[in-house]
């Protein structure tokens, strides 16, 4: 008898036997009716019984259940009455197949392989791929996620506040993880780890880990070139094999391009692996997506006449990790453009493109950096504002469009990596990966330097239109004489984070001059409203404390993203993720939460990641993404409530925090 046809047993009545079934075999002693009488309490206390004993039973040709050889079990109770079913004859042509019975509540449907680890590792996101051996390196698993094309090709445009109907999500979420602090399950797993949970805030929110820091630590060191004898050439093999991350760009010839680590003379025979391999899969009419060596993933992204490759050790999933190849395809497009490039690799194949990028490799190699440390504003696909009450930054929306030249087509104030403010025209819209590469321009590259603390830059927005140039005006302010012109400002964001620029963007290529003199008067009239003072203010504040957002909240981060303004804030690093090793270990933690939220082939609403050190919630509705961490100690409850209270702050400060519309012409 199969389990799912097992009917719900219901208590016979007081005083009396239970009325038979066809399945039933009658007797007609006073004894072995009470003996059934017992036998049908026992199974209704403990319906799993039932299943048990029909395990023993045989079935006939006829459907009908006859004794088994092992022993008489007890009679089956009473089937249901349900409805009209209860008036049919009970023979076993009439029965209805039985079916679970609905809960009154929602409920949350949590796959039980997504949610169990990370070791599922689904590196292909296509439908046809099959998953791959699980990857761990350094106690981290990690499972892959669909990058979603909403993400990466939405844009900053005008959005109505989007919080409002959040509150369903809380009540969701509350409902499914705050009905009690610890389930049966956490409790045996605290009694028996309890020992090594002791002393967690000494210990820090994640266990140490030498091989890591020691990699870590000698990520970005220069790899020295070989001697003409190579007597050094086994120390500069192992240093390059080292490193937890590479990128590789090469032509469809497999002629070398780009290399993070290494000159031509150390890479040339990885080059010529990978391409073989490429060209491989190729020939049959296939294209290599990716592939495991060890504990070292190789992700590969074939566009046009390059291919791009993400050489990793670190946890992350395969989309991730598209997503860094397509913003360095996106950085060299902007140098050169795609028509200029095709134009280029049609008249030669092997045309070397390394001579039309020189002087921008420290570009790509600045976002390679960026990447390898954890990018937040990356893995979210979103851009961070700085946090300015909502009539201060209506005046100086206002005063852009005030002082806004003809030929103006963007106009932006960045301070410290973060958008102050942007007037646009009405139909066209800033894609988020184009400000990505602006703002490692500016503030991550250096190669913005000197020259009277003005610069005017020729640059392709490939998300805008990769076909043609702009031009860019760029001038750093000095917040404390804004009229004076800066001689020289620091080589990264690293020197100094109070850094504001004003950026300016025209398809004229003489408007050099016209767009200087709106500067001046934007400075201006900046500063006689005041909000040069209220910009630097927010500037110097920097962003809250997990306790700031919400006082006695166990939260140490969180990241949250609105979707329609495809935007996202976070609390400070500080005082438990200063360093860089701290953030990057965070940033692990990040990606492991957002590759298994986004995993297919269910994606999940509510995911739990629970180790020795600490306990992280992601979330993810319509309307937002939410990722926080807390210590081990806190209990899914106090998680859930402290979730709630972080989309509570957002909503209150939702026009403080987002940029909603902007300055529009």
């Known amino acids: 008898m199969e389990e799912s046809k097992t009917e719900p047993p219901t208590p016979a009545s007081k005083g009396k036997s239970a009325a038979s079934t066809p399945t039933q075999k009658r007797t007609g002693s006073n004894a072995s009716s009470k003996s059934r009488d017992q036998a049908e309490q026992q199974v209704f206390t403990n319906p799993t019984l039932n299943i048990i004993h029909s395990l023993s039973r045989k079935t006939s040709a006829s459907g009908l259940s006859l004794p088994s050889t092992e022993g008489t079990p007890p009679p089956l109770p009473p089937r249901p009455q349900l409805g009209l079913s209860g008036s049919r004859p009970s023979t076993s042509h009439g029965s209805t197949p039985s079916r679970p019975q609905l809960v009154s509540k929602a409920t949350t449907q949590i796959s039980l392989a997504s949610t169990q680890a990370f070791g599922n590792d689904a590196r292909d996101d296509s439908s046809a791929s099959s998953a791959s051996k699980p990857r761990n390196f350094l106690g981290v698993n990690v499972a892959s996620r669909n990058l979603s094309d909403g993400d990466d090709s939405a844009s900053v445009r005008s959005y109505v506040p989007t919080i409002d109907a959040g509150g369903d999500a809380e009540s969701i979420l509350g409902d499914v993880m705050g009905q009690e602090e610890k389930t049966e399950q956490e409790k045996v797993l605290l009694r028996t780890l309890g020992h090594r949970f002791e002393d967690t805030e000494a210990l820090g929110m994640f266990m140490p880990d030498p091989e890591f820091e020691a990699a870590f630590d000698h990520e970005f060191d220069e790899i020295e070139e070989m001697t003409m004898d190579g007597s050094n050439q086994e120390a500069v093999m192992g240093h390059w094999r080292a490193k937890l991350k590479h990128f590789l760009i090469l032509s469809s010839a497999g002629k070398p391009i780009y290399s993070r680590h290494g000159d031509d003379q150390l890479i040339t025979n990885y080059i010529g692996v990978v391409q073989t391999i490429i060209s ?59 028509p200029s490039m095709e134009r280029m690799f049609a008249a030669r194949a092997n045309y070397d493109l390394r001579r039309p990028l020189q002087g921008t490799e420290t570009l790509l190699s600045a976002l390679a950096d960026g990447f390898t440390r954890g990018s937040p504003s990356t893995l979210l696909s979103a851009l961070e504002c700085l946090k300015l009450r909502k009539s201060q930054r209506t005046i100086i929306n206002n005063t852009l469009l005030k002082t806004r030249s003809e030929n103006l087509l963007y106009g932006l104030i960045v301070a410290s990596g973060k ?154 690093y500080a005082p438990y993720f200063e360093g860089p090793l701290e953030r990057r270990r965070l940033l692990n933690l990040y990606n492991k939460l957002h590759s298994n939220l986004h995993n297919k082939p269910a994606n999940l609403k509510v995911h739990h990641e629970t180790n020795t050190t600490c306990i992280a919630l992601a979330w993810s509705t319509p309307l937002f993404e939410l990722y926080a961490v807390a210590p081990v100690n806190t209990s899914r409850a106090a998680l859930a409530q402290s979730a709630n209270k972080i989309i509570q702050w957002v909503r209150r400060e939702e026009e403080r925090v987002f940029i909603i519309g902007g300055a529009v012409f």
């Open 419 to 572: 958008l102050v403010s942007v007037v646009r025209p009405k139909k066209h819209s800033l894609h988020p990966g184009d400000l990505h590469l602006i703002f490692n321009m500016l503030f991550e590259a250096g190669s913005v330097k000197a020259g009277g603390g003005e610069n005017w830059i020729p640059l392709c927005l490939p998300g805008f239109n990769n076909t043609g140039y702009l031009y860019m005006y760029v001038s750093f302010l000095n917040l404390e004489h804004p009229t004076e012109q800066m001689q020289e400002r620091p080589r990264t964001s690293d020197g100094a984070d109070d850094e504001v620029a004003i950026l300016l963007i025209s398809a004229q290529k003489e408007g050099f001059f016209e767009l200087r003199g709106m500067r001046d008067d934007l400075v201006e009239n900046l500063q006689r409203n005041g909000s040069i003072d209220a910009i630097r203010t927010a500037v110097r504040q920097g962003r809250p404390k997990c306790t700031d957002i919400v006082p006695g909240s166990p939260l140490r981060h969180f990241l949250y993203k609105s979707r329609g303004n495809v935007q996202f804030t976070m609390p400070s």
């Open 280 to 338: 491989f899969y190729q020939s049959t009419n296939d294209t290599l997506r990716g592939f495991t060596a060890g504990d070292v993933r190789f992700v590969v992204m074939s566009k046009g006449p390059l291919n791009l490759v993400a050489i990793t050790r670190l946890p992350e999933s395969d989309s991730q990790l598209r997503a860094q190849l397509e913003a360095l395809y996106m950085q060299i497009l902007s140098t050169l453009t795609l």
